[in-house]
């Protein structure tokens, strides 16, 4: 089986697991003909630790909390899907000629693709699909998408699930399966969706992921090193604190715009403002040059609105602050837009976690018999020379 079977949607797991930098989260979909339940939903911190920017230190100690996760629910589901974050993944798409048999198609990607990664590729996973042709010139071509990471950060999660009691099926990566839950399901019945261009900005703990969606189809991604954490250190350098008393200073203090107006806003709030908002003007600038690469090279489009999902889209006032940067309308991503919950959790706090369950749902839909995906989603393809990287070559780009 291979490693990520990306566009491989034939029922293997119900379950999606995202270990994350600060959280665990856990989502089991059930298909029915009143349409898609969320089933069960686990959450927990990550032990401190045990994964640093996204990479898995601890698999023993992510296992555990898994493992209790499970118990603590009363999950009966033993396999499962898990995602890779965007920065420990390298995507290429690779243009072939059409008409080469499956083993040309393989050795030509690999041939293409080899001077382009990181590590030599007998040291990593990888997958590969071809996506169909299209005309170039007076030619055709095979359009294939090629997907790798390093051994050791695809074992590691395995481990992690299977300290957990669980069996690790597939892997995913974090952009793709974002655009399920938040596009595909969470947004399938809106009429401007799939006629719009949506950028979808993903803002976790240790990075921030940015992808535009046009007329139904991912066009690129890029990851910016900048999240929740790097906030919370800033906080925790500018006052001299632990990260812990950062972290709930952040929560209960922090905003993404101060009105010099207000004069109830609160010294200590205006202290907690100072101290992050460079880092927020940094990510708007990212956004800013994201925004400008997309308008230049699709010329005569305009991205519609964007989308805040992730654990750091909590930050007070962060929609006004990006609508005032970027002047663009922003709402928030809801992977549970058309999914009932049915399980027996106070329905308030599934609620105040929506945010931070994209991924795990993302997961869990993807396994979901056609039939009812058809029904309840549509999907999104992917951009013949849909483009992923980082901050650094989105500015060279640029």
């Known amino acids: 089986m291979a490693i990520?079977?990306?566009?491989?949607?034939?029922?293997?797991?119900?379950?999606?697991?995202?270990?994350?930098?600060?959280?665990?989260?856990l989502a089991v979909l059930n298909p029915t003909s009143q349409g898609l339940q969320l089933q069960h939903v686990g959450f927990a911190a990550t032990p401190q630790g045990a994964v640093t920017d996204g990479m898995i230190n601890n698999p023993e100690a992510v296992g555990e909390a898994i493992g209790q996760i499970i118990r603590y629910y009363n999950i009966r589901d033993r396999r499962v899907v898990c995602a890779l974050?965007?920065?420990?993944?390298?995507?290429?798409?690779?243009?072939?000629?059409?008409?080469?048999?499956?083993?040309?198609?393989?050795?030509?990607?690999?041939?293409?693709?080899?001077?382009?990664?990181?590590?030599?590729?007998?040291?990593?996973?990888?997958?590969?699909?071809?996506?169909?042709?299209?005309?170039?010139?007076?030619?055709?071509?095979?359009?294939?998408?090629?997907?790798?990471?390093?051994?050791?950060?695809?074992?590691?999660?395995?481990?992690?699930?299977?300290?957990?009691?669980?069996?690790?099926?597939?892997?995913?990566?974090?952009?793709?399966?974002?655009?399920?839950?938040?596009?595909?399901?969470?947004?399938?019945?809106s009429p401007d969706t799939f006629k719009q261009t949506i950028m979808l900005v993903e803002m976790g703990a240790s990075a921030t992921s940015v992808s535009i969606i046009g007329g139904g189809a991912l066009r690129f991604t890029r990851i910016f090193a900048v999240?929740?954490?790097?906030?919370?250190?800033?906080?925790?350098?500018?006052?001299?604190?632990?990260?812990?008393?950062?972290?709930?200073?952040?929560?209960?203090?922090?905003?993404?715009?101060?009105d010099e107006s207000d004069l109830g806003v609160d010294a200590r709030t205006r202290e907690i403002h100072g101290h992050i908002h460079f880092h927020l003007e940094n990510l708007a600038l990212e956004l800013r040059r994201s925004l400008a690469y997309y308008t230049s090279k699709y010329r005569g489009e305009v991205v519609n609105k964007i989308l805040l999902t992730g654990g750091g889209s909590l930050l007070r006032?962060?929609?006004?602050?990006?609508?005032?940067?970027?002047?663009?309308?922003?709402?928030?991503?809801?992977?549970?837009?058309?999914?009932?919950?049915?399980?027996?959790?106070?329905?308030?706090?599934?609620?105040?976690?929506?945010?931070?369950?994209?991924?795990?749902?993302?997961?869990?839909?993807?396994?979901?018999?056609?039939k009812y995906t058809s029904r309840l989603s549509h999907q999104v393809n992917v951009e013949p020379d849909y483009e992923f990287g980082t901050a650094a070559q989105a500015v060279s780009i640029t």
Not at 4 to 25: N, S
Not at 94 to 109: C, H, M, Q, W, Y
């Open 4 to 25: 990520f079977g990306l566009f491989d949607r034939t029922p293997q797991a119900r379950m999606g697991l995202d270990i994350g930098t600060r959280y665990i989260k």
């Open 85 to 189: 974050p965007g920065r420990s993944v390298v995507i290429r798409i690779v243009n072939l000629p059409a008409g080469l048999s499956d083993r040309e198609i393989k050795v030509a990607t690999i041939g293409e693709v080899e001077r382009f990664l990181p590590f030599p590729l007998d040291e990593m996973e990888y997958d590969y699909e071809a996506m169909g042709t299209v005309e170039a010139g007076d030619s055709r071509q095979t359009v294939v998408l090629f997907v790798a990471s390093h051994r050791d950060v695809v074992q590691k999660r395995v481990e992690a699930a299977r300290y957990g009691g669980l069996e690790s099926v597939e892997m995913d990566v974090d952009p793709f399966v974002l655009m399920r839950s938040v596009l595909e399901a969470g947004l399938y019945d």
């Open 227 to 258: 999240g929740g954490d790097t906030l919370t250190h800033a906080i925790e350098s500018g006052i001299d604190s632990t990260f812990l008393e950062a972290e709930k200073l952040k929560r209960e203090n922090a905003v993404a715009v101060v």
């Open 317 to 370: 006032g962060i929609k006004k602050f990006f609508e005032d940067e970027l002047g663009l309308p922003v709402g928030y991503g809801n992977p549970l837009g058309n999914i009932a919950y049915t399980g027996d959790q106070d329905i308030e706090l599934i609620s105040a976690r929506v945010p931070f369950l994209g991924v795990a749902v993302g997961l869990s839909l993807r396994q979901l018999p056609v």
